[in-house]
């Protein structure tokens, strides 16, 4: 790009002003220590073109003042994308540890849900099951309870009681017989 520059009439043509694309990909994506390297280099290299421009004839000495501007812009602009992409790094580990501890909580609860001797089955509000713990199938006959399975499936009674637990929250629900000599089972809403 230096070159280019110096090719195509100096400082005035403007095509320095493209070095700010790469030392804001430098202070994107270096650590801060490196991106400001290139920061100075592209800084030295405007003043050096400029320099040996000048020494030429080819470009008058009151563009000495532009060359040190541009170099002022290619450090404030390193500086802004250096920030930014810290703000970026920090934030993105956050959300990492955010899922991680999520995805820990979610296993914990399942757990939990699966080693506990009540029987639980978490619906949806149209009736399907979300979760279900092995002493819920084990009290419905070991009855494999799947994800997306509706609970009129599995026993329409329960899910008669849930449909009217739904509409009335007060309501104390008797106990369910079951066939084939399975226990009954106590109904509890939440």
Same mark, same amino acid.
């Given at each position: 790009?230096?070159?280019?520059?110096?090719?195509?009439?100096?400082?005035?043509?403007?095509?320095?002003?493209?070095?700010?694309?790469?030392?804001? /990909?430098?202070?994107?994506? !270096?650590?801060?220590?490196?991106?400001?390297?290139?920061?100075?280099?592209? @800084?030295?290299?405007?003043?050096?073109?400029?320099?040996?421009?000048?020494?030429?004839?080819?470009?008058?000495?009151?563009?000495? &003042?532009?060359?040190?501007?541009?170099?002022?812009?290619?450090? /404030?602009?390193?500086?802004?994308?250096?920030?930014?992409?810290?703000?970026?790094?920090? @934030?993105? $580990?956050? $959300?990492?540890?955010?899922? /991680?501890?999520?995805? &820990?909580?979610?296993? !914990?609860?399942?757990?939990?849900?699966?080693?506990?001797?009540?029987?639980?089955?978490?619906?949806?509000?149209?009736?399907?099951?979300?979760?279900?713990?092995?002493?819920?199938?084990?009290?419905?006959?070991?009855?494999?309870?799947?994800?997306? =399975?509706?609970?009129?499936?599995?026993?329409?009674?329960? $899910?008669?009681?849930?449909?009217?637990? &739904?509409? =009335?929250?007060?309501?104390?629900?008797?106990?369910?017989? =079951?066939?084939?000599?399975?226990?009954?089972?106590?109904?509890?809403?939440?």
């Amino acid at each position: 790009i230096i070159l280019m520059m110096h090719f195509s009439g100096g400082l005035s043509s403007g095509i320095g002003m493209l070095l700010i694309i790469n030392i804001v /990909a430098s202070g994107t994506f !270096l650590n801060s220590r490196d991106s400001f390297l290139f920061a100075a280099m592209a @800084s030295i290299a405007v003043l050096t073109e400029h320099t040996i421009a000048h020494l030429n004839n080819i470009s008058p000495t009151s563009l000495y &003042s532009a060359a040190g501007i541009l170099g002022i812009v290619f450090f /404030a602009s390193n500086m802004l994308a250096a920030i930014l992409a810290k703000r970026a790094r920090a @934030s993105e $580990a956050l $959300a990492s540890q955010r899922t /991680a501890d999520l995805i &820990s909580l979610e296993n !914990l609860n399942e757990n939990i849900i699966q080693n506990m001797r009540t029987g639980i089955i978490v619906v949806s509000a149209s009736g399907e099951i979300l979760v279900a713990n092995h002493s819920a199938e084990t009290l419905l006959g070991e009855q494999p309870l799947k994800h997306a =399975q509706n609970i009129e499936e599995i026993s329409v009674d329960l $899910a008669i009681r849930f449909h009217e637990w &739904s509409e =009335q929250p007060n309501m104390h629900h008797k106990p369910i017989p =079951q066939p084939h000599g399975l226990p009954d089972i106590q109904p509890g809403f939440r």
